[in-house]
């Protein structure tokens, strides 16, 4: 499983650094994988942990997703990733991930020369949640008319690979 594992996120790594999308046809079978693979091993609590990553993969990604800062495609990828490795390895794969988006999209900001300006919006987000106890509101906030593309498929790739050969559990204990 695991080698399908790395090229299917390998794939989507690509796809989203080229295409900018992460294709359905990818992530959809890659999940089916999962869940057939976790019945196949483990029956009932193989079935109950794959549905529980898949998801889980969902609900962690959502709000990035709402907020627009992320595409539907790495939702779907996340959620695949929890339908092939179960809820507690997705949560350290999750935050490995975005430890490693957080560094790429701050090396992006340097390099298109916008963290200065990025760093006062967040100032400035900041300061007003700090008075009004709440968001600010979307329509006072000024997006860059050019917004500089993350491929978020490589850090979800990063923080599986991260994960995985660095200590991470495979196994749940069947």
Not at 8 to 35: E, F, H, Q
Not at 118 to 146: G, N, V
Request: hydrophobic share 50%; aromatic share 10%.
């Amino acid at each position: 499983m695991e080698n399908i594992m790395i090229w299917g996120l390998g794939l989507a790594g690509v796809l989203d650094w080229t295409s900018k999308k992460i294709p359905n046809w990818l992530t959809w079978p890659l999940a089916l994988t999962g869940l057939i693979y976790q019945i196949t091993t483990g029956g009932f609590s193989g079935l109950a942990q794959s549905t529980l990553g898949f998801l889980l993969g969902i609900t962690l990604l959502y709000l990035p997703f709402a907020l627009g800062g992320i595409g539907g495609g790495d939702v779907k990828l996340m959620a695949a990733i929890g339908a092939c490795v179960g809820p507690a390895l997705l949560i350290q794969i999750f935050l490995a991930s975005a430890v490693v988006g957080g560094i790429f999209s701050a090396a992006a900001a340097i390099q298109s020369k916008t963290w200065g300006k990025t760093m006062q919006s967040l100032k400035q987000r900041l300061i007003y949640l700090a008075l009004h106890r709440r968001l600010e509101p979307e329509s006072a906030i000024s997006f860059s008319k050019d917004p500089v593309h993350i491929p978020y498929a490589v850090s979800i790739m990063m923080g599986y690979l991260i994960v995985v050969f660095l200590g991470g559990d495979l196994s749940w204990g069947f």
